[in-house]
């Protein structure tokens, strides 16, 4: 069974704490997602990642930093956290010209 | 930039039939169609790739017009699982496997 793990369901952190969500896949893909879901605004892209260590900014990069420093880890990082990034935050992965496979999501919440 | 969806909800009854629409200001390789349910990732349903083909997936099908940067999504006599909001994803000409996806569409089925 195809897998996309993300380290938490639900994160409470403090304004200015440095956040780190993390995301692994076991299919071996070349490629991974950051998105930010909101109500009404659907599905938000931050970072794609297309291969290990490189990124490509999505519409919504302000605030955020990524990392791939293995195929199949990639992190979102919130340097410092602000309550307008509370949110849910969904990780996938594909392979070329193949579906995206989620994570369960992670529900943050900025204090 | 996110492509655009409308409605932005739907209410059925079950065996009504319904149509979403997915429009995009960019040309498209391809078009996904995903749907999630209350508290659960989003679930890959079909992809269209550039032609103009047609997908069926049980009652739920789709169209891709290329021309017009547009897919549909119909959904046929209706049926309670269908309920949750329904994504449309699509990758542009020139940068495909970057994923991006719409504003989203709730859609309730009720007995």
């Known amino acids: 069974d195809v897998k996309v793990t993300q380290s938490s369901r639900y994160l409470v952190k403090r304004t200015g704490e440095k956040v780190f969500l993390e995301c692994v896949q076991d299919m071996d893909h070349e490629n991974m997602f950051w998105y930010r879901q909101d109500p009404g605004l659907g599905l938000r892209l931050i970072y794609f990642?297309?291969?290990?260590?490189?990124?490509e900014k999505g519409d919504i990069p302000e605030g955020y930093s990524v990392s791939r420093e293995k195929k199949e880890r990639f992190s979102l990082i919130l340097e410092s956290a602000s309550t307008n990034q509370t949110s849910m935050y969904l990780c996938a992965s594909r392979g070329q010209s193949t579906e995206a496979f989620f994570g369960q999501g992670t529900r943050l919440t900025v204090v | 930039q996110q492509p655009v969806q409308s409605p932005q909800a739907v209410i059925l009854r079950e065996g009504e039939d319904a149509v979403i629409n997915c429009s995009s200001s960019k040309a498209l390789y391809s078009v996904h169609w995903y749907r999630q349910k209350h508290g659960e990732a989003p679930v890959f349903l079909m992809i269209l790739l550039k032609g103009g083909e047609q997908k069926g997936h049980e009652k739920i099908s789709a169209s891709f017009n290329e021309k017009k940067q547009q897919s549909s999504l119909y959904l046929t006599a209706s049926q309670l699982s269908y309920s949750g909001t329904y994504f449309c994803g699509t990758e542009e000409l020139g940068n495909t496997d970057k994923l991006i996806f719409g504003t989203g569409t709730r859609l309730q089925v009720f007995p």
């Open positions: 990642s297309y291969d290990v260590k490189m990124k």
